[in-house]
């Protein structure tokens, strides 16, 4: 079944060349745009050509029949927490064929699946697409792919793109771009050892609108730990403080601030009396 997928896509008009197996450290797929000689040359500062940013779709394609292998070895949860944890804003999960028809003569089995599918819309941030078979597969991934293309296939688009993809750089200390090495080595390190920091990243990083850029900022502002964030939203004089805390962290040259939204929301979050246990 892997074998025929991939040999479809890669016969599609639109994914022509462009598919690349490699071993995920999570999910099934991901969007990694890699820069052309013509990109390079666009504009001062523009990536080498040959460098692969990481994009930010992330997708994970179940047939019916591994929905059903998922429920029997609870491997579902656990799959959909690691693309939350990915960074990656647009989390895709594609059912392939229709489930109803499939589980038809068994009821028990239909019900299961769907108070699973159920369950992950409410628990998770997956965006859950339906498709027949494995050419309506294909035809989705290809319009992902032009959709995406079209965004960074300009000066201007990619310019753009790149202000928000600047993230902190374990090795020299500075900032680098979110390339595709650097986000498999995260997150290979994510799914290995778990130190006290991480699982705090990984906390973040499950929440609405916080990817790994913003991570970087909140742990750079000295939020090391939830009880060094939430020690902070005591000392803030006005509860309108407490809301923009977050959205007044200084981002690096050429960068983004933390949206308000974002700002907001973990505020909301650390300053409830349910989370404080009163």
């Not at 994970?60 to 609870?74: F, G, I, M, P």
């Not at 939204?261 to 246990?277: H, M, P, Q, R």
């Amino acid at each position: 079944t892997r074998r025929s997928f991939l040999s479809k896509l890669r016969l599609n008009p639109g994914l022509a060349y462009r598919v690349i197996t490699r071993r995920l450290p999570t999910g099934n797929a991901v969007l990694v745009a890699r820069v052309t000689a013509a990109g390079a040359a666009a504009f001062e500062g523009a990536p080498p050509a040959g460098t692969e940013l990481m994009l930010d779709t992330i997708i994970e394609r179940k047939t019916v029949a591994d929905l059903v292998d998922s429920l029997n070895d609870e491997r579902m949860p656990e799959q959909a927490y690691y693309m939350a944890a990915s960074g990656c804003h647009l989390q895709a999960f594609v059912v392939e064929r229709v489930v109803v028809a499939t589980l038809a003569s068994d009821r028990g089995m239909l019900a299961e699946v769907n108070k699973l599918l159920s369950s992950l819309v409410v628990t998770t941030d997956l965006f859950i697409q339906h498709t027949r078979n494995i050419e309506e597969t294909t035809i989705l991934y290809s319009a992902v792919v032009r959709q995406r293309g079209r965004r960074l296939g300009t000066r201007d688009g990619l310019a753009s793109w790149l202000q928000h993809q600047y993230v902190k750089d374990d090795t020299a200390g500075g900032r680098a771009l979110l390339t595709y090495s650097l986000w498999e080595k995260r997150t290979k390190l994510m799914r290995g050892e778990i130190l006290l920091q991480q699982l705090w990243a990984l906390q973040l990083s499950i929440l609405p609108g916080v990817g790994l850029v913003c991570i970087d900022y909140i742990i750079e502002a000295g939020f090391e730990t939830p009880a060094s964030l939430a020690a902070a939203y005591t000392k803030v004089p006005s509860k309108e403080d407490g809301k923009m805390l977050l959205a007044r962290i200084p981002p690096p040259t050429g960068g983004n601030h933390i949206s308000k939204k974002v700002s907001e929301y973990l505020n909301d979050l650390y300053t409830a009396k349910e989370y404080a246990g009163h």
